[in-house]
Structure formats: structure tokens, C-alpha cells
């Protein structure tokens, strides 16, 4: 994915190119906020990356001026303000995610992913598919090599949301907050729990497993390790 | 602090200048009263004597005339009454010379009566006199003369009292003034005094709360108040600075040294990958302290804003069982969620959430296998209260208040994982809902209410 980074802090915005770099993407950056949105108006990108504090121009406004001129690419917030109403704020302004400082990067990675898959028009199908899993959206029924499994209404949910990003890798915080609603890291492992039990109804009897751990970022449903 | 520069002080004095101003217009206005009056009363009198001498002029000839204002000079003397009579030019006829000499130069050339006043030189002293005259209809000046001397003593004599008791009052009000402001001055750096104290002895000492049930006794309360929270404050400041260099530091020296020793020597790419592996996670561990340091910081400095909104406890709480329920099952609890009120209230949905996941973690992680944890919803008096009940092993009762302090964790809880965080979010969240947290026994166990 073609991403560009709106950041002022060397040191962090060093660490994003070289770790996006690595994870296969082209990374632009661009240190002001003037500059940046002269770039973003200008290149052609996949997800954009802008911190809310930014000298010359701050990033809500960056935003504001990229949706005023019909570019709708999405854009992930990075803040270190972590109050409630900042990320409704951001979000209003048109952001499609938030992201508090400190945050890790993985989390980072997991998101700008995620925004890149949304950002491709979606395939309106009534069913999502990864090698012999089928999940029948309108039936609410999920089979795999024809055996019908079944699944508590947010379990659900949760293989709703690892389906449809396939592939990728979702975080704790990212399940949590898509398909739990909430914006808080809980003290403890709560989420394993819920996806080892999903794991229990998907993978176990069956050859090949699909719900992989990552160790340190989060979880993916895919069909190779 | 001078006197002069307080309130009181200034106030007393203002007040006392407002007095005398007051008094001093009174006591004026009744001055020229009674003075107008009297003069009024001797100009009466004037002008009937000069009727009863001209009823004379008007019957008999100019000799009468001339003959009847010598007696009544004479007669009229020991009464202060002076009379005289001059021709046209001024020149004097009869009766009181020296009257003649007097007017001769005031004359008004009609035949209306005139009224002067004048001080006689020469004969009595320090006599004042007020004079009526008139041209008669054959030219000649009828003077009337009444001396007024004790009237003017009199006038003076009022005028510097009242000048003296204008000082009076203006003395009077500078040392009632300088008394009350003493008074008050004096309770007020008693106050000072304590404050210093205080601050001295950094918050622990008190200001002494005065006996008499009056304003400074309220103002003392209240700073006393006030102070109590800034020594909680301050101790609360001290011990989660002291604790974060001790929670903090621990992680940190351990990611240090773990990475000191793996660069000792060259290693396995896989034992890099393990190392930085470990690493990643210790770190992940601070992240976690500091982002839930910082929940705290915001529930504590929290007001209510733009993401209050009605919140459906029910709804709430449900989902939050959906969350955990799973969690008990694997650690084979019995978890209940029951509720028996759908009350709303008007809150910061978030930071409720996690205070309650908060006590629900607690409860399952100090909840042995087999234990029950129940989740409730109730109310009372239309005041929703949220109870976390398990029958774990429950917090002695003298620990239940230090357990709401930063990084406080009891003995039994070390071997666990957790970073003492948990409750003091809780308090910081119920607090901003003007809430209130109970902890108790829940025989065995620990009982956790959120009353709202």
C-alpha cells in the first residue's frame, strides 16, 4: 500500500517508515503540517497517517480540508490526547481511526491494514469464505467441509470481523473495540479467552488450523501460518 | 497586616464620613431654619413699631411726629429698640443720633420699607443691629433699629458647636473604627497564624477552629477543609511517586539487565529473538501501567462534558457479563448476572465500563476455582447501586481503604499479576460521578457496591 506519514517527531515517524517499509508497504513522510497536506492533496495514497499536533497546520484540520476537497482516502489519527470526547472529536472531523499515544506498533500496523482493506470497495456478498470455513450472513450459519458449527451470537460477530479482514493481523484492542464496543484495555486476557473458545468450534477435529496467535500484536484468520 | 489596610478599618471609617456628612446637612438645614425664622419674627416686629409711628405721621404734623420718636427713643432704649428721623437728605432730625449716622449712607430713596443689617461702632460694643427704614410721604427717613447682638452670639455659639460635634463624631468614628478593625484583624491573622502553621508542617497541622459560632468559625471550617485535601493530596502525590520509581523501575532494570547480558557475548539469532521477545512484553506491561496511570489522571481531573450521556445500566452491565462470563467458565466459577432495575443514569459510558470490568476482573482473579461471582443491579430510593460480589477471600476491613490507593496491593495479591491500578480507577471514576464506593464483607468474600 502506497501510505503517508504526517508526524513532526523524527524519531517516531523514523520508526514508522522503516517498520512499514519492512512490512511491505511505500511509505511517504512529511514533518509539517503545510507540507503534508500539500502531499496528501497532491500524491495518490492508499491510507494516510496524521498526527493530531502538528506544527504550521494541526492534523483535524488536515482532515477537514482533505474531505472539503473530495478526497476520501482513509486516515488514521494519532493523538496523545486519550480523552473520550478527542476521539469522537477526531473521528467527527472526518478520521477513520484513533490512536492513542504510547500505542505499539504492531497495533499501528494491524490498523493502517485494516484501513486498507476497508478502503477497497467491499464485495457485497452475503457470504465470507477462507478455505472450507463459509459463513452464510443472511442464515447466520457458519460451516466448515459442510459440518454446521455453532456459534453464540457475539462469537459471531468476532469471526464476522476476522473474516472480513482475512489475512490480516487484528489486535486485542481492535477486536475489543469493534465487536465488544468498548474502548478500554482490560487488566486481563479476556479476548484470548473468547478467541480460544472460537478456536475450539473452528480449528479443533479439523486438519488445518485458521485462527493463528501473534505473538506480541494480536490474532489472524488465515489459511498458511 | 497595618490596620489601615483592612476592610473593617476602612469600612468604619467610610461609614463614620458618611455620618457626619449626613449629620452635618441635618444639623445645617435646622440652623438656617431657625435662624430665618427668628429674623422674620424680629422684622415683624420692626415693622410694627414704624406702623404705630407712622399712624402718627399720618394724623398729626412733622413736630408730633419729631416729639414722638424722642420718647419712644428714650423709652425704647433699655429694650434695644432705637429710633430716629431724618429730612430728606439724610441729615438727622431726632431721636437716636448715632442710629442717623449709621443709616445716612444706606438710604433708598422710596417708600418701601428697608431692612439692614449693620455694627455699630463706637457706642455699645460688639452691637449688632438690624434697621427698618422708610421715606415718609413728606420726605423725612423713619428709622426703626433693634439690636439682635444676643441673636448673632447665639448663631455663633451654634455654629461651633455644631463644628464641635462634627469633630466629635469624626473622633468617636476613627476609634470605634480602629477598634472593630482590631477585632477582626486579630481573628483574622489568628487564621493567618494557623495557615502559616500548616503550611509549615507541611498540611498535617490544622488551623485552630474558634469557639464562637460565627463566620470566622465557617471560614476556618472550610479552610481546614480545604487543607485536609491538599495534605491528601500531597501524601497521595508522595506514595505514587514513590511507588512508580519502585514499579517502574523494577520492570526497567530487569529489561536493562536482560539486555546487557544477552550482549555480553554473540548469541543465536533465536535467542536475540527470545530476548527481544521478553522485551516487547515487559515493555507492553509499563505501556499498561502508564496508560492505566493515566485513565486515573483523567477520571480524577475529569468534568462532566461533551461524552456524558444517558447510560442504560442494565444494558451495561449485561454486556459486560457477556464479556467476562467466558472467563469464570475457564476457571470454573459460577458467574450470575442479575438485575432488578432499569435505571439510567448520566455518565461517561466508557470510564464506567471499565470500573465495573475493573471489579469484575478482581473478582474472578481473587475468586478461587469453584468460586461464585455475582453481578447485580439494584436500587434504592431511585438511586442505582451496582454490586461485584464474589466468595473469594475478601479484603480485611482495615485494608479496605488503603486497597483504593495507587499501586497498593495487599501480600496475598503479589504473586498475581496486576499493577495495584485497579480500584484507585474505580474511586477516581465514582467519584467523578459523585458516586460513591463501599466496600464490605460479603461473609465469605468481598462485597463491592457503586451507589450512585
Redesign the interface.
Known amino acids: 500500500m502506497h501510505i503517508l506519514i504526517i508526524e513532526d517527531d523524527k524519531d517516531a515517524a523514523s520508526y514508522m517508515v522503516k517498520g512499514l517499509t519492512e512490512s511491505g508497504h511505500l511509505v511517504e513522510h512529511a514533518a509539517d503540517g503545510k507540507s503534508g497536506l500539500g502531499q496528501a492533496l497532491t500524491g495518490d495514497f492508499d491510507i494516510m497517517v496524521i498526527d493530531r499536533m502538528l506544527p504550521e497546520r494541526n492534523g483535524l484540520s488536515i482532515i477537514s480540508a482533505l474531505r472539503a476537497a473530495d478526497i476520501t482516502t482513509p486516515v488514521l489519527i494519532l493523538s496523545a490526547l486519550g480523552e473520550v470526547d478527542d476521539r469522537v472529536e477526531g473521528l467527527k472531523a472526518g478520521g477513520d481511526d484513533y490512536l492513542t499515544k504510547p500505542y505499539a506498533f504492531s497495533e499501528l500496523l494491524a490498523r493502517v491494514e485494516a484501513l486498507g482493506r476497508r478502503s477497497k470497495p467491499e464485495v457485497s456478498s452475503n457470504k465470507l469464505e477462507l478455505a472450507d470455513l463459509t459463513m452464510d450472513l443472511l442464515r447466520h450459519k457458519v460451516t466448515r467441509g459442510g459440518k454446521t458449527i455453532n456459534l453464540q451470537p457475539r462469537e459471531f460477530r468476532l469471526l464476522e470481523y476476522l473474516l472480513r479482514h482475512t489475512g490480516q493481523v487484528v489486535s486485542r484492542t481492535m477486536l475489543l473495540e469493534q465487536v465488544w464496543d468498548y474502548n478500554f484495555d482490560p487488566q486481563t486476557n479476556v479476548i484470548d479467552v473468547h478467541i480460544s473458545r472460537l478456536r475450539n468450534k473452528i480449528d479443533k477435529g479439523f486438519e488445518k488450523n485458521l485462527l493463528h496467535t501473534i505473538r506480541g500484536a494480536g490474532y489472524s484468520l488465515r489459511e498458511t501460518h | 497586616m497595618k490596620l489601615i489596610n483592612t476592610t473593617v478599618f476602612r469600612l468604619s471609617l467610610s461609614f463614620a464620613a458618611i455620618f457626619v456628612l449626613i449629620f452635618t446637612i441635618a444639623i445645617t438645614l435646622v440652623y438656617y431654619i431657625t435662624f430665618a425664622e427668628i429674623e422674620t419674627q424680629t422684622d415683624l416686629e420692626l415693622l410694627h413699631e414704624m406702623d404705630e409711628l407712622e399712624i402718627h405721621h399720618h394724623t398729626q404734623d412733622n413736630a408730633q411726629l419729631m416729639v414722638r420718636v424722642n420718647d419712644r427713643e428714650r423709652y425704647g432704649e433699655h429694650l434695644g429698640h432705637f429710633y430716629a428721623l431724618l429730612n430728606g437728605d439724610g441729615n438727622y432730625i431726632s431721636g437716636n443720633q448715632n442710629l442717623a449716622l449709621l443709616i445716612k449712607n444706606a438710604l433708598e430713596d422710596d417708600e418701601k420699607i428697608h431692612y439692614t443689617e449693620t455694627e455699630a461702632e463706637g457706642g455699645k460694643e460688639d452691637a449688632i443691629l438690624r434697621i427698618a427704614h422708610k421715606k415718609l410721604s413728606n420726605d423725612m427717613y423713619l428709622i426703626v433699629a433693634q439690636e439682635s447682638s444676643s441673636l448673632y452670639e447665639l448663631r455663633e455659639h451654634t455654629l461651633s458647636a455644631i463644628f464641635y460635634s462634627v469633630l466629635v463624631t469624626l473622633f468617636l468614628a476613627l476609634i470605634i473604627g480602629t477598634y472593630m478593625g482590631r477585632l477582626v484583624l486579630d481573628r483574622i491573622n489568628k487564621i493567618n497564624e494557623g495557615m502559616d502553621q500548616s503550611v509549615a508542617t507541611n498540611f498535617k497541622q490544622l488551623i485552630n477552629v474558634p469557639e464562637t459560632d460565627d463566620e470566622f468559625q465557617a471560614l476556618t471550617l472550610k479552610l481546614n477543609v480545604m487543607l485536609e485535601r491538599i495534605e491528601r493530596l500531597l501524601s497521595g502525590m508522595r506514595q505514587v511517586t514513590d511507588n512508580i520509581a519502585h514499579d517502574l523501575r523494577s520492570p526497567l532494570s530487569r529489561m536493562r539487565s536482560r539486555l546487557e547480558v544477552t550482549l555480553l557475548q554473540s548469541r543465536s539469532e533465536e535467542e536475540y529473538k527470545n530476548v527481544m521477545?521478553q522485551t516487547?512484553?515487559d515493555?507492553?506491561e509499563l505501556?499498561?501501567t502508564?496508560?492505566?496511570l493515566?485513565?486515573i489522571a483523567?477520571a480524577e481531573a475529569?468534568v462532566r462534558?461533551?461524552?456524558w450521556q444517558t447510560i442504560n445500566l442494565e444494558d451495561l452491565l449485561i454486556?459486560l457479563a457477556?464479556?467476562?462470563e467466558?472467563?469464570a467458565e475457564?476457571k470454573g466459577q459460577k458467574f450470575i448476572c442479575s438485575s432488578s432495575s432499569s435505571i439510567e443514569v448520566i455518565g461517561?459510558k466508557?470510564?464506567l465500563?471499565?470500573a465495573v470490568?475493573?471489579l469484575i476482573?478482581n473478582a474472578?482473579?481473587y475468586t478461587p476455582v469453584g468460586g461464585k461471582i455475582t453481578l447485580e443491579l439494584d436500587d434504592i430510593d431511585n438511586h442505582p447501586i451496582i454490586r461485584v460480589m464474589d466468595n473469594g477471600l475478601g479484603i480485611a476491613e482495615q485494608d479496605r481503604e488503603r486497597v483504593l490507593e495507587r499501586f497498593q496491593r495487599l501480600d496475598g495479591a503479589r504473586s498475581s499479576?496486576?499493577?495495584g491500578l485497579?480500584l484507585s480507577l474505580v474511586k477516581a471514576v465514582m467519584t467523578l460521578h459523585d458516586a460513591k464506593l463501599v466496600l464490605s464483607d460479603n461473609r465469605p468474600g468481598l462485597k463491592v457496591e457503586l451507589i450512585f
Open positions: 521477545e516487547v512484553d515493555c507492553d505501556l499498561n502508564f496508560n492505566s493515566l485513565s483523567q475529569g462534558g461533551k461524552d454486556h457477556e464479556l467476562y467466558v472467563i475457564e461517561n466508557g470510564l465500563a471499565q470490568s475493573n476482573e474472578i482473579k499479576p496486576g499493577n485497579g
